[in-house]
């Protein structure tokens, strides 16, 4: 939980045309919501595997992403995969996080 995850806000709405930044901040954001659903955080993340478009700059993703990672003690695994395109030629980048939440 909560898997892929795309530059579009709770309303389906695209976020951030052609802006790496305001989309790495909206894709961090929508994680957290679903996290936060199931009783859980960024905490609970174990991986983080990052799909950025080719020729983007990675490092200005994770300037974005760090604030919602910095307080977290066992900091997920991240991998990032440069890709070709997306299924929707807007987004630069896409999200899959993968969390383990203990049975309460």
């Given amino acids: ?9 709770e309303k389906a709405k695209f976020i951030g045309k052609g802006d790496l930044k305001t989309q790495t901040e909206q894709v961090m954001k929508n994680p957290k919501t679903v996290l936060k659903s199931c009783l859980a955080s960024f905490a609970d993340l174990v991986k983080l595997n990052i799909s950025l478009l080719q020729g983007r700059n990675a490092r200005k993703g994770f300037e974005v ?4 990672l910095v307080n977290v003690p066992n900091q997920p695994i ?25 049975y309460k």
């Fill in 1 to 9: 939980m909560p898997g892929w995850t795309n530059p579009v806000n």
């Fill in 65 to 68: 992403s760090k604030k919602y």
């Fill in 78 to 102: 991240i991998t990032v995969l440069f890709v070709s395109g997306f299924v929707n030629p807007k987004y630069l980048l896409e999200i899959d996080t993968i969390a383990f939440v203990p």
